[in-house]
């Protein structure tokens, strides 16, 4: 492929062979996979389709789609806003420059929380409030709305979905809605978790995905940090800025047998242990690790 536009009437095989060169010679972190996913979406088919039907023609209109979304992808754009869609713990979730695209670690955080309301589910007939902070697209509220759907409509879960941003918090909507989980989950635009008490009970389980990118970082603009939201990355000098700010909200606004649980970045455990030391009154931390063996959980409870 050119740089100007694919040869019309080629197959999908070829299509995806001149587009991961093209992406190659831009230096594209993944070349082939990219071609194959951007080809598949002007075809409106998946990879495995695609693989089988290598010989399968591009028509015309296919091929001008594909020219337009490969430069796009050459001058760095997600791949994920491309084709305005991401697949993420089993659901496939709209994307776009309105919120960051959900990431494969933030589905750690969905099993933990899964796990603890599930527990609590069992041990009592009490109604549990679980508190997405920093809800973006609404990944993790759509997974936990969909895994608890009964729980919610039979008032067990009271589930809330905050985040600063209005753009977020309408992307959210619309993923929920998709889902048809729309009606069983609360969305706010809260600062962190202002919002409890004036318009919720104090959360048992906070689930946060906060920015916890180091500033530089989100500065030196690398692979998808350069397109999505300043606001849903960048934490600050050492990354923990927003962290440390909701670990001071908690001793007033978790309940009093509450758990958080906040997805940290490479490298950041010690601080956010440091900085649950400072709160006032007796807390427990601890941490878990992720598949690539990386500290990626910090659990934050009162000590009773
Ligand atoms: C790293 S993104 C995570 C989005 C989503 N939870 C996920 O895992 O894909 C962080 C989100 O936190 C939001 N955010 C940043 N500062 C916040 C604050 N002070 N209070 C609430 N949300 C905040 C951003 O707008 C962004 O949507």
Redesign the pocket.
């Known amino acids: 492929m050119t740089a100007e536009a694919p040869v019309v009437g080629v197959s999908a095989g070829a299509a995806v062979h001149a587009a991961a060169e093209r992406l190659r010679a831009a230096k594209s972190p993944s070349p082939r996979l990219d071609a194959e996913l951007l080809v598949g979406h002007v075809l409106d088919r998946d990879r495995a389709w695609l693989l089988a039907h290598e010989d399968a023609p591009l028509a015309a209109d296919a091929a001008s789609r594909l020219a337009g979304l490969v430069e796009r992808r050459a001058a760095g754009e997600p791949v994920a806003y491309l084709r305005g869609f991401k697949e993420w713990y089993g659901l496939t979730l709209r994307t776009d420059r309105r919120?960051?695209?959900?990431?494969p670690e933030?589905e750690l955080?969905v099993d933990v929380a899964v796990a603890e309301t599930t527990r609590r589910l069992a041990a009592d007939d009490r109604l549990i409030t679980v508190w997405?902070?920093?809800?973006?697209?609404?990944?993790?509220a759509v997974a936990l709305a969909r895994r608890f759907r009964t729980a919610l409509a039979l008032g067990r879960i009271h589930l809330v979905a905050?985040?600063?941003?209005p753009d977020?918090l309408e992307l959210a909507a619309e993923n929920l809605a998709s889902y048809g989980v729309d009606r069983l989950v609360a969305l706010q635009v809260?600062?962190?978790l202002?919002s409890v008490g004036a318009e919720a009970a104090p959360p048992d389980i906070v689930v946060?995905?906060?920015?916890?990118?180091p500033q530089r970082d989100v500065d030196a603009g690398a692979g998808s940090l350069a397109w999505e939201?300043r606001?849903?990355?960048d934490g600050g000098p050492d990354g923990l800025d927003?962290v440390r700010?909701?670990l001071t909200r908690l001793p007033d606004r978790l309940a009093a047998d509450g758990l958080a649980y906040l997805?940290i970045g490479v490298g950041q455990a010690a601080a956010v242990e440091a900085a649950v030391g400072l709160l006032p009154g007796s807390w427990s931390c601890s941490i878990t690790t992720d598949l690539a063996g990386h500290e990626r959980i910090v659990t934050v409870s009162r000590i009773p």
Not at 99 to 103: D, E, G, Q
Not at 132 to 140: K, L, N
Not at 208 to 213: D, W
């Open positions: 919120a960051l695209i959900p990431r933030t955080l997405d902070v920093g809800t973006g697209s609404g990944a993790v905050s985040d600063v941003s977020a809260s600062d962190l202002d946060a995905n906060l920015p916890y990118v939201p606001a849903a990355l927003i700010r909701l997805e």
